[in-house]
């Protein structure tokens, strides 16, 4: 293992918990991980500096709107080697040999039962609630399987945005498993959501747009 873990530094914890964090989140501004590390920004662009130097991080700017635009940090595939990967070896065989013994339209109704199971759970809860009181709950749900979500409201429509995907080594692979998030969202809004924009796919995030009818038909 690398020695970043192995030495007693003061510093090697705050690099753990960084790259840690990037493994969860994917990708990050400064000020992201300096709240979520709990240092400043100005230390936390300095454990960023040595963590590119060793090729455990990179980077990429993404504009936007209005203003400078910012660098998000990621792990590169060498900072993923830093953590156990056991997991991620057997999820990937289990789905191989889900492919090779399914079919195509089964495998995808296999994720999307599975959503719509996980969606029952919350069929009591969400009952007579808003849509966006069913937004936060997604929120919630989806952010207690390490997904860093959230949505607004634009005109008609609402946008769930997701800056990290928990699965993102397996869907690299297996994309065909990111079917689930789009399915659970539907089912807890009794709306469909359409995906926009994938991580996948180069994105730097990905979002899904939910039409209101209620919205639409309140438009002038």
């Given at each position: 293992?690398?020695?970043l ?8 914890p705050?690099r753990?918990?960084?790259l840690?964090?990037l ?6 501004k ?6 979520a590390?709990n240092?400043n920004p100005?230390?936390v662009?300095?454990?960023?500096n ?5 090729g ?10 209005v203003?400078?635009p910012?660098r998000?940090?990621?792990?590169t595939e060498?900072?993923h080697?830093q953590?156990p990967?056991r997991y991620?070896r057997?999820?990937?065989?289990l789905m191989?040999q889900l492919?090779?013994?399914?079919p195509q339209?089964m495998?995808k109704?296999?994720f999307s039962q599975i ?10 809860v969400i009952e007579g609630l ?5 937004l936060?709950?997604i ?8 997904f860093?979500?959230?949505?607004e409201?634009r005109?008609d429509?609402?946008l769930i945005?997701g ?6 080594q397996i ?5 065909e498993?990111c079917?689930?998030d789009q399915?659970?969202?539907?089912s807890?809004?009794s ?8 991580i996948l796919s180069?994105?730097?995030r990905?979002?899904?747009?939910i039409?209101?009818p209620?919205?639409?038909g309140?438009?002038?």
């Amino acid at each position: 293992m690398n020695n970043l873990f192995l030495s007693k530094e003061t510093t090697v914890p705050t690099r753990e918990r960084i790259l840690k964090t990037l493994l969860t989140r994917e990708r990050c501004k400064i000020n992201e991980l300096a709240e979520a590390v709990n240092i400043n920004p100005i230390s936390v662009r300095h454990h960023i500096n040595k963590l590119e130097a060793d090729g455990l991080v990179n980077s990429i700017e993404e504009k936007q709107g209005v203003g400078r635009p910012h660098r998000l940090y990621f792990l590169t595939e060498k900072g993923h080697d830093q953590f156990p990967t056991r997991y991620l070896r057997l999820t990937v065989r289990l789905m191989e040999q889900l492919k090779e013994t399914l079919p195509q339209p089964m495998l995808k109704k296999l994720f999307s039962q599975i959503a719509h199971d996980i969606a029952s759970d919350y069929y009591s809860v969400i009952e007579g609630l808003s849509i966006e009181a069913r937004l936060n709950i997604i929120t919630e749900l989806l952010g207690d399987e390490g997904f860093s979500v959230e949505w607004e409201k634009r005109d008609d429509k609402y946008l769930i945005h997701g800056a990290s995907c928990p699965y993102f080594q397996i869907g690299q692979l297996h994309p065909e498993i990111c079917t689930m998030d789009q399915e659970l969202i539907s089912s807890i809004l009794s709306l469909p959501a359409t995906k926009i924009k994938c991580i996948l796919s180069g994105d730097n995030r990905c979002s899904y747009i939910i039409h209101d009818p209620k919205l639409n038909g309140q438009s002038t």
